[in-house]
């Protein structure tokens, strides 16, 4: 009898071990990560006058509610198979939440260091609620990935920044999911670019598959935020500055693989305003899926391309990466709406609102 049971999903590592260059030693450390949905999103699609079909890669549906914890499965897991006792990491604020609560899986002691006042609230409460060490600097994202680069090399705990080659392993498993749903790769692929880790992995999982099975190649268009846009400048921003705090990153540690996927992509980098990307924001929350600013980016560049009719997609597939849940950073919304209107508790007062108002 056919249930309809599907196979349960244990995890990226045990979905993808045979693709993954994960050493030997690697004890799998899980929260279920990845298998994320794939959303069609036609209504948007018209709305940006996009004529293709238009898909999310919801990221944000990841247990810590961005994508990190698919690289963090596969940096923590071969930590703790090599003996490591604690992980640190640099963060915009994803990076630490995902690594405080892998290492807590794993039993290991986890350091973050953050650029002061510039993390999201629901972010830092994630690395503190797993009981992480939280050292927030005054400096920026860039400093703070100096010092824990710095900090592995002269003591004993594990870098589980996107410099370690193993986060790519565990993030170009999107990449793999995408062709599997999809039956082949798309034709552009749309995401934010911070530190320039997710770019890299998606550009590694594609080729990778395509070199195994011919499943193709999408173009890449990697958007940074305009005031953080070091790689469409094509030099490092001393001071960068966007509402996208996720990627308000001027110095992109993966800032070479970055430009060579774009290139070999026959895509490109680009920027867009915090305007465009608080306006994606809210096209992508009236269609059903809150996301915080930086993972609006990618769609908010394929607008802007669309609207400067710089890429003709019309009948071809479009997978728009969106990194990130917007209940991690709710305060960009809540500061800027007004405050709900306080009524009695009756029947009347309620008509009588729904008279006056048009709801
Ligand atoms: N979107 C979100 C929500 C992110 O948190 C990040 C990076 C990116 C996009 C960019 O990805 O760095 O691989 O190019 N966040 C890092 C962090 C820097 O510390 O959480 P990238």
Redesign the pocket.
Known sequence: MNTGQAQPHQGVIARYRAVMDLPQHAIPVTLLEGNTPLIPVPQLAQAIGAQCDLFVKFEGMNPTG???DRGMTAAISEALGRGAGAVVC???????ASAAAYAARAGMRCLVIIPSGKVAAGKLAGAVAHGAQVIQIDGS?DDALDLVVRISQRHPIALVN?LNPYRLEGQKTAAFEIIDELGSAPDWLCL????????TSYWLGFTQANARDGSGLPRILGVQASGSAPLVLGHPVENPETVAT??R?GK?ARAEEALQAAEQSQGRIIAVSDDDILAMQKLLARSGIWV?P??ATGLAGLAHELKHRRVDIRGQRVVAVC??HGLKDPDIITRSFPTPTSIPASMDAIEALLRADSF
Not at 90 to 96: C, I, K, L, R
Not at 192 to 199: E, L, Q, W, Y
């Open positions: 961005s994508f990190k640099a963060s915009t604020g994803n990076t630490a994202f996107s934010p670019v911070g530190n320039a880790g997710n770019i996720a990627i990153i992109p915080e930086a993972s990194t990130g």
